[in-house]
């Protein structure tokens, strides 16, 4: 049952929605009751203005702790999507071609064959790096310059260009060196002074004490497939060749402890709210509150031209089709709006994305990690097409 109040519509779960957008309420609340759904918040926008705002659930199962409106949450991958819009923004503010050779940004990585490599094919993980032959330890990727001396003595493991897999956490450690070498400050420390501060975001790489202070933490759901073995390709992108755990949720360095946080971990350590990666979004498509958008019609166009799809270097065809650091719209994986869609998934079901035709910024969070077939965004983003008519 829902009530109406100053035009918007006060639901069942903490939180609203505008007159026009009980389709997603509805679809929120069915994830609670079809999915092991403990905590999660969905927000959207639409034109610059907030149109839902929905959270509900747990937070914390060990304590009780309740999901706040302003909650955070790890979003694991969904960070190259703010790499992704810092690049883009340095190359709309002309201190970047994403068509040059990352060696004219830095030097030294032109070497061992990957000369030729752009920030564009890194953006469409085209790039032949992606996972490292060094092994550094959890201090030493901290430590950030031990991996940038190992992306240097990389080897590409195909003609860069010449296929694409995806490049996981090696995306966001080299396009972060690119941007540490452009601006003198690190991915995080960039985004947080360029984008998150001014506009409010409650969205970091790297954060501190406080602002993780009351994360989420995160709980499997049963039978969730486990990795697969160590040696796998997967998983050596994913966990940088066993240094970072996964899931690994509970224990020292796991994603559930708060020093992983607070390091600089461009390509999955970062921690968002619902309303913060859905206000990034909304703010690089449209503006937000009569704000100037922060990406041009013309940047999107470049960023939503189709770079990767179909088979993987490796052989793999999950149907995702991928933009210039970004996932574009993929029947077959993750159905969004239309051609200018725009966003990141983050491991155990976070998303993000943006569209400029539509008006639209969105984000799911969530804390009970599903795994692969995982429907509960997918179920929201069809409620929001309903809404907009896409």
Known sequence: ??????????????????????????????????????????????DGRKVVELWGGVADER???RWEQDTVVPVFSCANGLVAVSVHLLAQEGLLDLDAPVADYWPEFAQYGKESVTCRMVLGHRAGVPVLDASPSFEEIAAWTPVVRALEEQKPLWEPGAAYEYHGQVLGFLLGEVVRRITGRTPGAHFREVVGEPLGLRAWIGAFEAESAGRARLVEAEGRPAMP?????????VTMNGA??????????????????????????????????????????????GS?????????????????????????????????????????????????????DGAGGQFGFGDDEF??????????????????ANRLIDAVRLCVGG
């Open 229 to 237: 073995e160590p040696e796998h390709l997967l998983t050596r992108i």
């Open 1 to 46: 049952m829902r009530s109406r109040r100053n035009g918007a519509v006060v639901v069942e779960q903490p939180g609203w929605v505008d007159a026009g957008y009980g389709a997603v309420a509805d679809a929120f609340a069915r994830n609670f009751q079809d999915f092991p759904e403990l905590g999660a918040a969905t927000t959207v926008f639409v």
């Open 359 to 376: 008006g639209v910024g969105f984000a799911y969070v969530a804390n009970r990690m599903v795994g692969w077939g995982d429907d509960r």
């Open 292 to 344: 100037p958008r922060l990406l041009s019609e013309d940047t999107v166009s470049e960023a939503v031209r189709e770079l990767s799809s179909g088979t993987s270097w490796s052989g793999l065809d999950m149907g995702v089709r991928w933009g210039s650091g970004f996932l574009l719209d993929s029947a077959a994986f993750r159905p969004l709006l239309g051609a200018r869609s725009f966003g990141n």
């Open 63 to 65: 304590t009780g702790r």
């Open 244 to 289: 970072l755990n996964f899931p690994g949720l509970d224990g020292p360095r796991g994603w559930n402890d708060p020093d992983l946080f607070a390091m600089e971990l461009p390509g999955s350590g970062a921690l968002a709210s619902a309303s913060g990666l859905a206000g990034l979004y909304a703010a690089a498509a449209t503006g937000v509150d």
